[in-house]
Nanobody, 125 residues
Framework: QVQPVESGGGLVQAGDSLRLSCAAS????????MAWFRQAPAKEREFVAA????????RYADSVKGRFTISRDNAKNTVNLQMNSLKPEDTGVYYC??????????????????WGKGTLVTVSS
């Protein structure tokens, strides 16, 4: 079992960068694929990025490819999301989530096993 806790959200301007971090408790962190999802006001939660258990494979939503980078450090039980060239449409609550096993269909929110409480990112135009 892991319990993700997000940090790093805030208010930035369009074009700025922001780095989100997710610290996960538990001794079996490396057994979980990790992902970031986001939810904008009045919209459904959507997939942003994911990283495999070893960190060797990643997945990105088309809307963030080339701008966001996900990484993990299994020695520190952390997952980071580096967000560059932020746009107002990136605004939302960002959630860190864990899925036991491989990436699989990690794009689906209902396939994740554990969720953090989220951190708010607001990008002003």
């Amino acid at each position: 079992q892991v319990q993700p806790v997000e940090s790093g959200g805030g208010l930035v301007q369009a074009g700025d960068s922001l780095r989100l971090s997710c610290a996960a408790s538990g001794r079996t962190f490396s057994s979980y694929a990790m992902a970031w999802f986001r939810q904008a006001p009045a919209k459904e939660r959507e997939f942003v990025a994911a990283v495999s258990r070893s960190g060797s494979s990643t997945r990105y939503a088309d809307s963030v490819k080339g701008r966001f980078t996900i990484s993990r450090d299994n020695a520190k039980n952390t997952v980071n999301l580096q967000m560059n060239s932020l746009k107002p449409e990136d605004t939302g609550v960002y959630y860190c989530a864990a899925r036991s096993g491989g990436l699989g269909n990690i794009y689906a929110a209902d396939g994740m096993d554990y969720w953090g409480k989220g951190t708010l990112v607001t990008v002003s135009s």
